[in-house]
């Protein structure tokens, strides 16, 4: 499937006579659909164009549609291309740019996979891309395949430049792109819009601390070991149900302990210390008796149980989140240290939130139209709930998908054949698999039930829940125990 | 005739009662007629037509789905990628058959997807609605299951439908005490940030700087007792943290409490007001402090007013706007938060006065967004009362008729439209 270059422009003129001629009606639901995006063109700069003649055509929407449409004349030439009229705003349209784009992408990532005369095709394409989108404005599709082409040009760069991209150390952590260091609020900013927009993050928090509550409802002590507490948001909502426990024994002792990683720091809210006396304060306004331990890991991200401080009689959860969205990529020797580690403890619960990976087959192409996909999916979610909030939408993906998209594909490209699941992982360790109960499996759908229709949950397994979104299964949260043998 | 149909069709009237019946000709009596089609034409005769189409021969033909047509209809829904993205006209183009038509499909598509999702029962929060959807959902599936459900009593399953009602209600309840402890939460992490740039202002340069300073500083201590005031703050806000963040000039924060607030602007406005829909738990206040508790009510009330906010907050573009928007918002949040929130009137105007200055002295700020502050301060005046011909914000029309709208009355009467769609969507 590999386009010369030289073929290109033909391409994109042909599509356009063919759309211009065909005037869809459409269905009342597409347009009310479609009516909710927001139209990308700029009428005015189509001046310099031998489509002149489409313009008795234009008429008509013009005049409804100049309101809408962000001028984005002098600023943004990179924006409009010349080739690209999209005559009548319509799905019609909107789906054959989206369509073209998806080719141009899956082209420059079977470009990359093939010799260095490869490369240089895939360059070309994706300088191509860049001319046709920009992560600022147009629709899901455009930002998407920007943020895309963004990242798959860092690939084809730090590739190029001899010597892979990162390594060991946290997934995307080795390869920045100019934005990697977001400003502090525009982290808590976006954290906040993401957290308001979607269940993503309230989904893996309220799966597992349900589970948890449900583990413990008779211990005296609990120890949680937490792999990536970042702001700590997980644990107010135990913290909350423990306490509220209106039958039964008083809440019992907390203690978390919260791992340490190096290059945490880069990019979260907080650091560990200060999430620490966050939750502290915390506890002591609910009442809950509680108390904080650091464990801070090796730069080889080793996990050593025995660094930790036990208690005797007290039970211990192991709280495993990976890839909730605003979560940065860990590298598969940290976790996989974590969970082997953490078996030694016979933990009376593991919960695991992950992601619903690409599949392991299909070689690099495939696997990285499933991620367009998913990430896609994702854009999906975000829109369908809150379309008029295009610039809340846009600060979410430039501060957290963009970097996650990097993430992605930097090791779906490392093909380090780690591909798989980590529930995978963990039932091939010898974890058993737990029980998710009604009631949280009720959660889950109530939790849906304040965001948008789109938003599915199933249960997948004993032990499993899936959240996604329409079909795509994006976010898996599972639980699981250690076995009480060995 | 067709009430005489209804009538009769007694095993139908639990289907009609869950779908939308918008039409009252032949449509509607498809429906009762899938669902219980030997009903009416039982032993009447059926027509078989050229077009492959099996019509009844009543007086007015209806369409019968037989087993055929049904399975070209679900062949044609998954090769267009499942009941969500099939609409009635493409599922009619790759069927191919004559003489059916859009009514056909329409009726039929919905009941495809209502049938496909007997789980979005459970997430209605009324409970008679629940209560008989669960009992829907067990008799559906007993009916299913040869022997399983047999040997239960009615008795049984009644009993059964009340605990897993009982249990969900506490879940729900659960919930949203759960969702509010991490609001909770959030607000001591925004607390800690506000009062971390709180400090930053003293290196603030200009004395425009300082006055809105001491205001936002005293704002920072009280931040728990004035969310409404949130809703003022917006201003610049994250535009002018990415300015900050481009730039890393921490002397130029201009107006640091502002992007605070907006945070938790947005934090208490998105969260509370889904609660409110529920109108389950429509006067119990948990446990939380009274800031939340006025956050909830001030803030389900604004919550259409902080969505245009919150679009404006990020455009950086329409200072000008914004600020009269936002000194719109203080007349009305003045007027409606008045639980004890003393500062709320006071403090804000003062930050408005100052943000022309602060707006001048930042324009030469380069960034991503390409924020338009190049305006001296004149220029600025200028701006603010010349009407702006240039580009609208990119998504959001109705947001500036709403700001518009706001100017003139000084009311969130008009920014109904603006509420998250997802949100009216669940809850209609």
């Known amino acids: 499937m590999a386009m010369a270059v030289n073929e290109l422009p033909e391409l994109d003129l042909s599509d356009f006579t063919s759309s211009t001629t065909t005037t869809p009606d459409l269905d009342d639901d597409q ?148 934005q990697q260091h977001h400003h502090r609020d525009d982290i808590l900013a976006a954290f906040q819009l993401l957290q308001d927009m979607s269940p993503y993050v309230k989904f893996g928090h309220f799966t597992a601390n349900q589970a948890i509550i449900e583990a413990v409802t008779h211990e005296r002590r609990v120890h949680i070991i937490d792999y990536d507490i970042m702001e700590g948001i997980q644990w107010a909502s135990l913290m909350q149900a423990l306490i509220s426990r209106k039958d039964g024994p008083p809440p019992p002792h907390l203690r978390i302990t919260a791992l340490s990683l190096p290059g945490s720091g880069r990019r979260s809210i907080s650091t560990v210390q200060e999430t620490g006396r966050r939750l502290v304060a915390f506890a002591a306004s609910i009442g809950q008796p509680f108390s904080f331990h650091q464990c801070k890991l090796d730069p080889n991200e080793t996990f050593k149980p025995t660094s930790l401080k036990l208690v005797r009689g007290e039970a211990i959860v192991i709280n495993c989140m990976l890839h909730l969205p605003h979560f940065s990529y860990r590298s598969h020797t940290s976790v996989a240290s974590f969970l082997s580690g953490s078996k030694t403890l016979n933990p009376k619960l593991v919960t695991l939130v992950e992601e619903e990976g690409p599949r392991v087959d299909g070689g690099f192409v495939g696997r990285f139209m499933d991620t367009l996909h998913n990430y896609s999916a994702v854009y999906d979610s975000l829109e369908a709930g809150f379309p008029m909030q295009g610039k809340s939408r846009a600060l979410v993906e430039r501060v957290f998908l963009g970097p996650r998209i990097l993430g992605s594909l930097a090791r779906v490209y490392r093909e380090e054949g780690e591909c798989g699941s980590w529930a995978d992982w963990l039932l091939a360790a010898g974890y058993h698999q737990g029980n998710i109960s009604f009631a949280n499996h009720c959660q889950a759908k109530l939790l849906l039930g304040l965001f948008n229709d789109g938003y599915r949950v199933e249960e997948s397994g004993c032990n499993k829940l899936v959240l996604g979104w329409k079909t795509r299964r994006l976010l898996s949260a599972s639980i699981w125990t250690a076995t009480q043998s060995d | 005739m067709f009430h005489s149909k209804k009538a009769a069709a007694g095993s139908t009237t639990a289907m009609n009662s869950l779908h939308h019946n918008h039409h009252q000709h032949h449509e509607r009596s498809n429906m009762c007629g899938v669902g219980a089609n030997n009903h009416n034409t039982a032993g009447a005769g059926t027509i078989q037509g050229d077009s492959g189409l099996v019509l009844t021969t009543d007086p007015k033909p209806r369409l019968r789905w037989t087993v055929e047509l049904h399975e070209r209809f679900v062949d044609a829904v998954a090769q267009l990628g499942g009941p969500d993205k099939a609409t009635p006209k493409t599922i009619m183009r790759v069927m191919g058959v004559k003489g059916l038509t859009l009514y ?93 740039l709180a400090g930053d202002q003293s290196m603030a340069t200009a004395a425009g700087y300082n006055n809105g300073n001491k205001v936002v500083g005293g704002m ?27 730039g890393h000039r921490g002397g130029v924060m201009l107006l640091p409490g502002d992007h605070v607030p907006s945070a938790i602007k947005d934090f208490g406005s998105l969260n509370f007001p889904s609660f409110q829909d529920l109108n389950l738990y429509g006067t119990s206040q948990s446990p939380s402090p009274p800031a939340v508790a006025a956050a909830g009510t001030a803030a389900a009330r604004k919550s259409p007013l902080v969505w245009s906010d919150d679009e404006l907050h990020l455009q950086d573009d329409h ?27 006071t403090i804000p105007s003062h930050i408005y006065e100052t943000k022309p200055l602060t707006l001048a002295s930042s324009h030469n700020i380069d960034h991503h967004h390409h924020h338009h502050l190049g305006l001296g301060s004149v220029d600025h005046q200028k701006k603010m009362d010349r009407t702006s011909p240039r580009r609208p914000p990119l998504s959001s029309n109705s947001s500036m008729d709403n700001m518009r709208a706001t100017l003139s009355t000084a009311t969130n009467n008009s920014t109904s439209n603006m509420s998250p769609q997802g949100r009216s969507s669940s809850f209609s």
């Open chain 1, 31 to 178: 347009s009310r659909r479609w009516g909710d995006w927001s139209p990308v063109v700029d009428w005015d700069s189509f001046s310099v164009h031998p489509q002149e003649n489409f313009h008795d055509l234009l008429e008509p929407e013009m005049d409804e549609d100049t309101d809408k449409t962000a001028s984005y004349s002098d600023d943004d030439p990179d924006l409009i291309s010349p080739m690209m009229i999209e005559p009548v705003v319509d799905c019609h349209t909107d789906d054959i740019k989206g369509l073209r784009l998806v080719h141009l992408l899956m082209a420059a990532a079977e470009a990359m996979t093939s010799d260095n005369k490869g490369h240089d095709l895939a360059a070309v394409i994706l300088v191509r891309l860049k001319d046709m989108v920009s992560t600022h404005e147009g629709t899901n599709m455009e930002r998407l395949a920007a943020y895309f082409t963004q990242a798959l040009h860092t690939l084809l760069e730090s590739n190029g430049g001899g010597g892979g991209g990162g390594g060991g150390g946290g997934g995307g952590g080795g390869l920045h792109y100019k």
């Open chain 2, 104 to 196: 056909h499909l329409k009726s039929h598509l919905q009941k495809f997807r209502l049938g496909k999702q007997p789980h979005k029962e459970f997430n209605d929060h009324s409970i008679k609605d629940s209560e008989r959807a669960s009992a829907l959902e067990l008799q559906r599936n007993s009916t299913a299951s040869s022997s399983g459900m047999m040997g239960r009593s009615m008795n049984e399953m009644q009993i059964e439908v009340q605990r897993r009602l009982h249990e969900q209600l506490e879940v729900q309840r659960h919930l949203q005490l759960r969702i509010e402890a991490q609001g909770k939460y959030m607000q001591t992490i925004l607390e800690k940030a506000c009062q971390t």
């Open chain 2, 220 to 246: 920072g201590m009280n931040m728990n007792m004035s969310m409404s005031m949130n809703i003022s703050a917006s201003s610049s806000s994250t535009s002018h943290l990415d300015q900050a963040a481009a």
């Open chain 2, 319 to 345: 200072h000008r706007q914004t600020e009269h928007h936002h000194i719109g918002v203080l007349s009305s949040n003045s007027s409606e938060a008045g639980d004890g929130c003393d500062l709320d009137s």
